[in-house]
């Protein structure tokens, strides 16, 4: 499977305030962020739907997995690996983790060579089989992992945690 980088359209400093104030409240109507920026209703519906069409700007509700814990239940783990593949075998690497089900997010490092998997795990069981499932792929050399114990600051709307299958649906446009 190759990975290709999309094309994406010029913004200007409009989408990105349109999609800063979205970013603070999904929620406001397009009426209010007109009103707040000086321009039209129309003009923010269109700039929303090109941003939307474009792939860069997705309306959808964020769950913050370090409030959402039950504190009776075992809840959800973050864990992050930090994944050295041997010369030759990155794709195969890439291809293994992003078949399996538990990786939310995958990454190319800024290292070659190196992989970083984000895993939303229910318990610390899972944290042991999916570390162990990572180390059996062919092509590793090295893999580390790091559980989070705790969340200091997470800001969901810049960095939501996705799964691959929001990131392989194609973006909604919607009329509102």
């Given at each position: 499977m190759s990975?290709?980088?999309?094309?994406?359209?010029?913004?200007?400093p409009l989408d990105r305030d349109i999609?800063?104030?979205?970013?603070?409240?999904?929620?406001?109507?397009?009426?209010?962020?007109?009103?707040?920026?000086?321009?039209?209703?129309?003009?923010?519906?269109?700039?929303?739907?090109?941003?939307q069409a474009a792939g860069l700007l997705k309306l959808a509700p964020i769950v913050d997995i370090?409030?959402?814990?039950?504190?009776?239940?075992?809840?959800?783990?973050?864990?992050f690996v930090t994944i050295k593949c041997v010369s030759g075998k990155?794709?195969?690497?890439?291809?293994?983790?992003?078949?399996?089900?538990?990786?939310?997010?995958?990454y190319d490092a800024n290292a070659a060579l190196r992989l970083i998997a984000v895993f939303v795990l229910s318990s610390l069981e899972e944290a042991a089989?999916?570390?162990?499932?990572?180390l059996s792929l062919d092509g590793i050399r090295e893999a580390e992992t790091e559980l989070v114990l705790s969340t200091i600051k997470?800001?969901?709307?810049?960095?939501?945690?996705?799964?691959l299958e929001d990131l392989a649906t194609p973006p909604v446009v919607s009329d509102d």
């Open positions: 990975i290709t980088t999309p094309e994406y359209p010029a913004t200007d999609a800063t104030m979205l970013a603070e409240d999904a929620r406001l109507s397009f009426r209010k962020i007109a009103a707040d920026l000086g321009v039209t209703e129309g003009t923010v519906r269109g700039r929303v739907k090109r941003l370090a409030r959402g814990r039950d504190p009776g239940a075992s809840g959800q783990h973050l864990m990155l794709e195969q690497v890439r291809d293994s983790l992003l078949a399996m089900s538990r990786v939310s997010a995958l089989e999916a570390t162990n499932a990572v997470y800001n969901a709307a810049v960095g939501p945690i996705a799964t």
